[in-house]
């Protein structure tokens, strides 16, 4: 019978995982209370006549990771979501 085995070691600076894990539970905080935010608001404006434009911007650090806009028309809604990627291109 053959011993099959598979060893891995994974050497890892853990001081450097617990940062960017800390800074990824931080801007998914900020990103949780935005979208509350972007709730109440469609809330009010699904209330009123007159509806609005929204833009939403997620940042990571100081880079943008996604840019969303909603924008009403006489007779419906736009939306686009802009990614990291491309949000790079166009500066």
């Given at each position: 019978m053959?011993?099959?085995?598979?060893?891995?070691?994974?050497?890892?600076?853990?001081?450097?995982?617990?940062?960017?894990?800390?800074?990824?539970?931080?801007?998914?905080?900020?990103?949780?209370?935005?979208?509350?935010?972007l709730?109440?608001?469609?809330?009010?404006?699904?209330?009123?006549?007159?509806?609005?434009?929204?833009?939403?911007v997620?940042?990571?650090?100081?880079?943008?990771?996604?840019?969303?806009?909603?924008?009403?028309?006489?007779?419906?809604?736009?939306?686009?979501?802009?990614?990291?990627?491309e949000?790079?291109?166009?500066?």
């Open positions: 053959a011993n099959n085995k598979l060893i891995i070691e994974v050497n890892a600076d853990k001081n450097g995982a617990l940062e960017g894990i800390k800074e990824v539970t931080e801007v998914a905080n900020e990103c949780a209370e935005s979208l509350e935010k709730e109440k608001v469609m809330n009010r404006l699904t209330n009123k006549k007159k509806q609005e434009d929204i833009k939403f997620l940042t990571l650090g100081e880079k943008v990771v996604v840019k969303s806009i909603v924008e009403h028309t006489a007779d419906s809604i736009q939306g686009r979501v802009i990614k990291r990627s949000i790079n291109e166009t500066r």
